[in-house]
C-alpha cells in the first residue's frame, strides 16, 4: 500500500508494537484489581491521556524541548531506562521501592508513562515525525492509542482468559522483559552520550 495510508498504516503498527499494550495488561490488571467497571475505565482513559499528552507534547514541540532544556534525547533514554528497570524490578519481585503516594490515578499515571509511552515511543515519534511528517505521525499515534485503550479497558477480560496462575507467572516475566528492556535503553543512551 502506497501514499498517505500505507504511511499511516506502517506508522500506527509501529507505535502499536513499541507502545506494547500486552505488556501493560498483568500490571495495569493487578493495579485495578477489585476496582468497579467504571474506575477502570476511567483509569484507563487517564492512563491513555498521560500518554497520548507525552507523545503529542513531543510530536508538536519535537527537538525544541530537549534544545529548550539542554537535555540531550541520550541523557533522557538513561533517565526514562532507570525509572523503567525499577518498575520492572517491582512487578518481578513484588516489592514496592520507596513509599509511593497513592492517588486514584497511580495505576493509570505508571502504566500511561513509562511502561507505554517511555523514552521509546517517545523517539519512535521524534524519528517518525522526521520521516512522514506530523499528520502522519499525529492520525498513527491517535489510532495507536485507541488499541491500547480497549487493551486497557478490557485487561480484567484477557487476564480471567489466561487464568491467574498464568497471569502471575507472566507479570513475574514480563516485568523481568521490562527489565532487560530498561538495560537496554540505558546501554543506547550511555553509548550515544560518549
Do not use: H
Not at 34 to 41: D, I, P, Q, W
Not at 66 to 88: E, M, N, R, Y
Amino acid at each position: 500500500m502506497d501514499g498517505v495510508l500505507g504511511e499511516i498504516l506502517y506508522t500506527t503498527l509501529a507505535l502499536i508494537v513499541v507502545l506494547d499494550p500486552l505488556l501493560s495488561v498483568p500490571i495495569f490488571a493487578s493495579m485495578t484489581k477489585g476496582k468497579s467497571t467504571r474506575e477502570v475505565n476511567r483509569e484507563a482513559g487517564i492512563a491513555i491521556g498521560v500518554a497520548a499528552g507525552l507523545m503529542y507534547l513531543f510530536l508538536f514541540g519535537n527537538f525544541v524541548i530537549f534544545k529548550t532544556l539542554g537535555i540531550s534525547l541520550a541523557a533522557f533514554q538513561v533517565a526514562g531506562g532507570i525509572f523503567l528497570f525499577l518498575l520492572g524490578m517491582q512487578e518481578t519481585l513484588g516489592i514496592t521501592i520507596g513509599t509511593a503516594r497513592k492517588t486514584e490515578s497511580s495505576a493509570s499515571v505508571i502504566i500511561g508513562t513509562p511502561l507505554l509511552c517511555g523514552p521509546g515511543t517517545i523517539t519512535t515519534v521524534l524519528l517518525f515525525s522526521q520521516q512522514y511528517g506530523i499528520p502522519v505521525v499525529a492520525v498513527a499515534c491517535a489510532l495507536s492509542l485507541a488499541v491500547c485503550w480497549l487493551t486497557l479497558k478490557y485487561s480484567s477480560l484477557i487476564m480471567r482468559l489466561l487464568g491467574e496462575t498464568v497471569t502471575d507467572v507472566m507479570g513475574k516475566v514480563l516485568g523481568m522483559l521490562v527489565a532487560a528492556i530498561a538495560v537496554t535503553i540505558i546501554a543506547d543512551g550511555i553509548k550515544a552520550l560518549f
